[in-house]
């Protein structure tokens, strides 16, 4: 990154959208003294106190693009590092990818037992849901429906977990099929990262329609350019810096983009994506700094 002022801005802008939405999701999240405790003890284990919050910062930023209101984008992105929090939950589930550590913590199924953990990640999808029908997200009913609808088809079997059901019967390949493990990215990664995206657009409304194929796309590439980058951390990364245990992709089987394409052709294919982004931004106005930023950002990450 050239632009010195661009990423300390961007840094700043990360910082607090973090700041912001950890507050709302603490707000949000139930909390209880009954027999029900554990359950909600363990949601709130599950999405507060870490993450990069990626998603919550680019639906932020893509709703500035589009002229939405911040504060329903905040709440927004609330929404969805919950279905983003459930799914890392169950992901990290034995019959899954069976990980013990999580954002340099125990995962859930290990601080608490893997029928917590399956509960906790149900409730926190369910909750997410139902937000989405709250007036803090929008006042207009119809923007409320599409956001749902939109959301649910990023994180249902056309999205999230479809991703992850192919990715569980990829494992053990005796060779990796670069669309195969393209097919799995745009569903398991990229597919909420764009909705994210395209979310900011929605939140707008009528006046957000003429963005949101744009910004739809830009996620997309982004998505897939930051599950490249994952692929090569796995492979390449620091542990520490990571808060989870590195060689993991190769110990399962995994089919990735360094199986695929070796450890220098991931790189090429990782910026090409993320230069085809940035070259998307250039047609979206002047409120685009942020997502450059990011964007850049996501290209150089060590973690």
Known sequence: MTDSSLKSGTEDFLRDTAAAVEQELATILPQSTERDSRLFDAMRYGVLGG?????????????????????????????????????????????????????????????????????????????????????????????????????????????????????????NRPESDLELVKLISMKKTAALIAFSCEAGAILAGQAGQEKRRSLREFGFEIGLGFQIVDDLLDVCGDEKKLGKAVGMDAKRGKATFVTSLGVEGARREADSLFTCALARLEGMGKRTRTLRGITEILRDRQS
């Not at 504060?71 to 890392?88: K, T």
């Not at 990640?121 to 929008?138: C, H, K, P, Q, V």
């Not at 999230?160 to 494992?171: H, T």
Request: proline letters at 2%.
């Open 51 to 171: 993450g990069k919050r990626l998603r919550a910062s680019l639906l932020r930023s893509c709703a500035h693009v589009a002229g939405a209101d911040d504060r329903n984008a905040v709440f927004a992105a609330a929404i969805v590092e919950l279905v983003h929090g459930y799914s890392l939950v169950h992901d990290d589930l034995p019959a899954m990818d069976d990980d013990m550590l999580r954002r340099g913590k125990p995962t859930c199924h290990i601080a608490f037992d893997e029928a917590t953990a399956i509960l906790a990640g149900d409730a926190l999808l369910t909750l997410a849901f139902e937000l989405s029908a709250d007036s803090r997200l929008n006042g207009d009913p119809g923007i409320r429906c599409e956001f749902s609808s939109a959301l649910a088809a990023a994180a249902g079997g056309d999205g999230m977990v479809g991703g992850q059901m192919v990715d569980l019967r990829s494992e």
